[in-house]
C-alpha cells in the first residue's frame, strides 16, 4: 500500500486534511519518525490505523513502546535529597 495512498488519506479524514499521512503522531513520535529514527516499517503501523479513532486507541501502545524506544540506554538522575516526592 503506497504511504500516500489517497483511500488512507480519506479513511484518516480529518487528520489527514492538515497533514502528510506520516506526520500524524500516535504515541510521543509521529510515524515518520518511528521509520527515520528506529529503522522501523511504517507499513506495519499504517495497516493497523484503518480508522480515525484507531489513533487513541493504539495511543496507549504507542507512547509506551516509543518511551522504551527513547529512553533505551539512558539513566535518570537521582532524586537529591532537598526534594520532597508527595
Keep these: 500500500m503506497p ?25 510521543i513520535l509521529t510515524i515518520r519518525e518511528k521509520g527515520e529514527l528506529f529503522n522501523r516499517p511504517v507499513h506495519d503501523l499504517i495497516k493497523k490505523i484503518n480508522h480515525p479513532w484507531h489513533i487513541f ?3 496507549d501502545w504507542a507512547l509506551r513502546e516509543d518511551f522504551q524506544l527513547v529512553t533505551v540506554g539512558r539513566h535518570s538522575r537521582p532524586i537529591s535529597g532537598s526534594q520532597a516526592i508527595a
Design 3 to 27: 504511504l500516500d495512498d489517497a483511500m488512507v488519506k480519506q479513511d484518516l479524514f480529518p487528520f489527514t486534511l492538515t497533514r502528510s499521512l506520516l506526520d500524524i503522531r500516535i504515541g
Design 57 to 59: 486507541q493504539y495511543n
